[in-house]
């Protein structure tokens, strides 16, 4: 059984910072790749930033250039430096992971307020 741990989320004023991490645990030998995926209120959940274990990163349009995704693939941990903050970022934001599965997080609530 995979287990992932999420911390780092909470309420901040525009502009502010936030980091997110999310650490797994379990039965789970390698991770091929780990990531952040957020969802809003009424809205579908959608890619935030994912990383490969080669290193390779890929954003959406809406984070390129304020958030920063890094990971430690020995200690199956994820980062998310999240900058310059705005509202639009509220949601609850959800680590994932994979191996030969995919694995999600609990999710932990971030929001921003103007």
């Known amino acids: 059984q995979v287990r992932l741990v999420e911390s780092g989320g909470g309420l901040v004023q525009a502009g502010g910072s936030l980091r997110l991490s999310c650490r797994a645990s379990?039965?789970?030998?390698?991770?091929?790749?780990m990531g952040w995926y957020r969802q809003a209120p009424g809205k579908q959940r959608e890619l935030v930033a994912v990383?490969?274990?080669?290193?390779?990163?890929n954003y959406a349009d809406s984070v390129k250039g304020r958030f920063t995704i890094s990971g430690d693939n020995a200690k199956k941990t994820v980062y998310l430096q999240m900058n310059s903050l705005k509202p639009e970022d509220t949601a609850v934001y959800y680590c994932n992971v994979w191996g030969v599965n995919h694995y999600w997080g609990q999710g932990t609530q971030v929001t921003v307020s103007s």
């Open positions: 990383i490969t274990d080669g290193g390779s990163t």
């Open positions: 379990g039965s789970i030998f390698r991770l091929n790749g």
